[in-house]
């Protein structure tokens, strides 16, 4: 049974992170990135639909996540996205990298990737 990816590029959100005083005032920009793998069977390959990983309703509770929570730490907030990307039962594995722009005066972003294998 060949192995499914879905990868989601460049999803920016704006939410609350940091834990200096104006990091807790200021929406700031963030990027994530995720892999999220799971089995291909011959149902979801033959277009039966409920068989396959729905990534919209995942990206949608990413959002709704991100966008209503406050974090003071980038390791958190990527932990809290694995975990909506590995509550589906067939998922075997994700990836999630977020990046935070700017966060260092001299550095286009500070970034942060945590992986799950599921099974």
Do not use: W
């Not at 209503?68 to 594995?93: A, M």
């Amino acid at each position: 049974m060949p192995n499914a990816v879905i990868k989601i590029t460049n999803l920016r959100l704006r939410t609350y992170i940091g834990f200096n005083e104006d990091e807790k005032k200021k929406l700031q920009d963030i990027v994530i990135n995720l892999e999220i793998h799971y089995p291909a069977n011959s149902l979801c390959l033959s277009d039966h639909v409920p068989e396959a990983l729905d990534y919209k309703c995942i990206t949608k509770k990413i959002i709704q996540h991100v966008e209503d929570g406050r974090f003071l730490l980038l390791e958190k907030l990527v932990s809290d996205v694995l975990n909506i990307c590995t509550e589906h039962e067939v998922v075997t594995f994700a990836a999630v990298t977020i990046d935070k722009p700017h966060a260092l005066r001299f550095a286009d972003s500070v970034s942060l990737t945590l992986q799950k294998h599921c099974k």
